[in-house]
């Protein structure tokens, strides 16, 4: 059965004072789809992510959520209120605050106003973080200050705060940047659980971690989307290993040809 498209973007466009960063991308994102997008430095990658979530403006094109809602010109928190929440690559998360606290914070945050003023959480908000704190592997470090978890702990919590927001689709940022080889296989595993409720695009050079774990994989060159595929087909086009090649990156080009 086909699913419905969650993210559809149309001649996506992004200029910084005359340089095309993004030249005419076309992107359709799938529900419960993983998505990794992978390519060079400098061809876009971060970018889509900014445009998507409304830190960046396109100067043209569209993006159709759920084949319904344009959020191009929307702002960054009538898209958070959608369902599409970001993670970026440093972790943002309150280190003298406990787990659980970032993780209330991170639930209070996307409410309403007379909600916020409310001291206490109900049981069903603590049933969402007991679900959070399971799903993300921090259930027996809720009352430990962030401070004192590991970067993949950390990096964990990060997404676990994006997901008390119940997203639709998450985008993430070279996840798994800086963790031990259990941590990579851990959020790997993570990001698929996330997937049975959630789209997720997820931007990483880590060749091994891209094909362990993707299904679909979009190249992206000099702002252009250059093919898609499986990993196994786009690391049999020529063009991939040309433009790692063309940028000096021989060890990206050897990973994604091996
Ligand atoms: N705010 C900005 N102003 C001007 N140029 C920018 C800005 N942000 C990004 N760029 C440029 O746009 C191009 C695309 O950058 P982007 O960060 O999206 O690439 P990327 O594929 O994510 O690269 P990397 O893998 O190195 O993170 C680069 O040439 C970058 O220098």
Redesign the pocket.
């Known amino acids: 059965m086909s699913r419905q498209p969650i993210l559809s973007c149309r001649n996506i466009v992004v200029d910084?004072?005359g340089?095309k960063?993004i030249q005419g991308v076309d992107l359709t994102i799938e529900e419960g789809e993983i998505r990794f997008l992978i390519?060079?430095?400098?061809?876009?990658?971060?970018?889509?992510l900014d445009v998507i979530c409304g830190k960046?403006r396109a100067l043209s094109g569209q993006i159709w959520f759920h084949n319904r809602i344009d959020i191009v010109k929307k702002q960054e928190h009538e898209i958070v209120n959608l369902g599409i929440a970001r993670k970026f690559q440093a972790p943002s998360i309150f280190l003298n605050l406990t787990v659980f606290e970032n993780l209330e914070l991170a639930m209070k945050q996307n409410r309403h106003l007379w909600a916020v003023l409310r001291a206490r959480i109900d049981s069903g908000q603590r049933k969402r973080m007991m679900e959070v704190l399971a799903q993300i592997g921090l259930a027996d470090q809720a009352e430990r200050k962030a401070g004192l978890l590991s970067h993949g702990q950390k990096q964990w919590l990060e997404i676990g705060m994006q997901l008390m927001q119940e997203p639709k689709l998450l985008l993430l940022d070279e996840p798994i940047a800086g963790m031990t080889g259990t941590e990579r296989e851990r959020t790997g595993e993570l990001i698929r659980e996330i997937a049975q409720t959630c789209s997720v695009i997820v931007?990483e050079?880590d060749m091994d971690f891209v094909r362990t774990f993707s299904k679909q994989v979009t190249v992206?060159h000099e702002?252009k989307i250059l093919c898609e595929g499986t990993m196994e087909q786009v690391q049999r086009d020529p063009r991939v290993a040309e433009v790692y090649l063309g940028k000096g990156k021989a060890e990206h080009a050897e990973s994604v040809a091996t």
């Open positions: 910084f004072d340089f960063a390519g060079p430095n400098g061809a876009g990658k971060t970018t889509m960046t931007v050079h992206m702002g």
